[in-house]
């Protein structure tokens, strides 16, 4: 199994469209990208820990690309707007890719650059190593299935 990392705004929709796409094995909600060590959900929407909420995703790469999870990755979201996906205002709504090797860099530079082609305004999606990752709380898994909504725009 491999492992990715997104940030693109509200983990409970970017969690739920991965797992609804039946391209990874699991998923895990949580916290990475910041200084704090151990955040809790207060400390990380205050927006003084530097986190971002993100989704770490484990798939399986003998039957899902890296690049598919890309492909994924930029339709869920707006990568052209700063620390911001659609009411969500704050740094820990950035979007991010948090790359787990070198080919994975390699490979969401160049998913970057090919989509920045097919806009109009710059991407500002952030590509940075993985740091430790904080597994956010309990309720916060798989929070649009617990809670019956069908998506976490309320």
Known sequence: MSLATFAAGCFWGVEEAFL?????RKTLVGYTGGHLSGPNYSQVCSGTTGHAEAVQLEFDPSKTEYSQLLALFWKIHDPTTMNRQGPDVGEQYRSAIF???EQQKIEAERSRDAHQNHLNKKIVTQIAPVQAFYPAEEYHQQYIRK????????
Do not use: D
Request: net charge positive; charged share 5%.
């Open 147 to 154: 809670s019956g909504n069908n998506s976490c725009r309320f």
């Open 99 to 101: 790359y787990h090797n």
């Open 20 to 24: 609804s796409s039946g391209l990874v």
